[in-house]
Structures are given as structure tokens and as C-alpha cells.
T-cell receptor, first 114, second 113 residues
């Protein structure tokens, strides 16, 4: 069964450093999302992406964040200058709107900012 | 922003018991979804509901999309140890939101000591 994959599974970085989180969505999906989950809390929407542009973003997704689909398979989330409060699990999800409205989540990247 | 109220926050189960949890919202959603999350992993979709009043089953799981579009429940019958985990409801809107999900805070299912 096709699945969303994410790399790395765990990233440790120093405050102020840039990180890039990578996702490979399900191949025929058209809509892509990033969510984050701070430890012990609910999953929160960050950004949605369709047709090579951002569709919607939340208040969390400030100027330090950017997303890109650099080729036909990868979908990346960049945090330009990480802060301690960016430590969280980051989940990528993709959606096949043509047949269902169901988002499928990847296993997540645990980001630890020291 | 939109909030989903999910209850209970946590519950303890004994094997064989039935479990029930629900979510309510002040806003209407067009889709309700239920996910399960195991520690250190991403949410895994259990059931998706697309129509108001819809009742859908997936094995021992049953979920309903409320008539008002503002609530949903999930029942687990005859629970087993592997049912332990955190269950999240999520609502999805169409239109300008392009389907981003709004999650409840989760219901943590644990085994009774």
C-alpha cells in the first residue's frame, strides 16, 4: 500500500540553525500539508500546498518557515532560523482529492532544537 | 480559530470492554475523521465520514457523523490490548481552507492496572 515517507526520523539542531525536513507524498496525490505536534499536545496545521503554491497557512507558519516542491516527488519544509519552541514532531500529509478527501500522514520527523 | 472539544481526555479500559469517545465543535465540518496515534508515530486513519448522519464501521470500530455536522463519535467494541493509544478526531472543511484538518486534543486509551 502506498505511504507517505519522511526523512530524517529525528533531527537535532542548534538554535538559530536552518533545518530542512523532507517528505515524499503518495505519488498520485495533489495536495500536500505540513502539521506539527508539540510533545503531549494536539496536531496543528501549518501549511497546505497545491499546484506549486501555498493554499493556506496558519498563524504558526511565519516568515521563518517555507515550503517547496523541488521536483516531482519531494515536498520540503524549511525552518530558516530555529527556535527552542520549534521542537516538535513534524508530520507531512498528502491528499488525493480526486477520489477521496482523506489525508494520509507520514511517520513524522522529531525536531529537537537545543 | 476553530476548536474541537474531544472527550474524554483519557480513559482506562479492560480487555473486552466497549469504549466510546466523541468530538463536538461550534462550527460545521464537511468531513470528520478519526485517527489513532501510537507513541513516536504519525496519525493513522481509522474512519472517514463524509455525510451528515453517516454511520460507518471498520471492524470493531464504529463512527458517526452528527446530523448537525458539528459532532462525531467513535465506538470501539470488545477492546483488546492493542487498542491502547491516543485517538484524535479531526474536522475538515472545503473551500478556501483546501481541506486542512483541525484536530481535537485526543483521547488517551490505557489499560486498567
Amino acid at each position: 500500500e502506498p505511504e507517505v515517507t519522511q526523512t530524517p526520523s529525528h533531527q537535532v539542531t542548534q538554535m538559530g540553525q536552518e533545518v530542512i525536513l523532507r517528505c515524499v507524498p503518495i505519488s498520485n496525490h495533489l495536495y500536500f500539508y505540513w502539521y506539527r505536534q508539540i510533545l503531549g499536545q494536539k496536531v496543528e496545521f501549518l501549511v497546505s500546498f497545491y499546484n506549486n503554491e501555498i493554499s493556506e497557512k496558519s498563524e504558526i507558519f511565519d516568515d521563518q518557515f517555507s515550503v517547496e516542491r523541488p521536483d516531482g516527488s519531494n515536498f520540503t519544509l524549511k525552518i530558516r532560523s530555529t527556535k527552542l519552541e520549534d521542537s516538535a514532531m513534524y508530520f507531512c500529509a498528502s491528499l488525493d482529492r480526486e477520489y477521496t478527501d482523506t489525508q494520509y500522514f507520514g511517520p513524522g520527523t522529531r525536531l529537537t532544537v537545543l | 480559530g476553530q476548536q474541537l472539544n474531544q472527550s474524554p481526555q483519557s480513559m482506562f479500559i479492560q480487555e473486552g470492554e466497549d469504549v466510546s469517545m466523541n468530538c463536538t465543535s461550534s462550527s460545521i465540518f464537511n468531513t470528520w475523521l478519526w485517527y489513532k496515534q501510537d507513541p513516536g508515530e504519525g496519525p493513522v486513519l481509522l474512519i472517514a465520514l463524509y455525510k451528515a448522519g453517516e454511520l460507518t464501521s471498520n471492524g470493531r470500530l464504529t463512527a458517526q457523523f452528527g446530523i448537525t455536522r458539528k459532532d462525531s463519535f467513535l465506538n470501539i467494541s470488545a477492546s483488546i490490548p492493542s487498542d491502547v493509544g491516543i485517538y484524535f478526531c479531526a474536522g475538515q472543511r472545503y473551500g478556501g481552507s483546501q481541506g486542512n484538518l483541525i484536530f481535537g486534543k485526543g483521547t488517551k486509551l490505557s489499560v486498567k492496572p
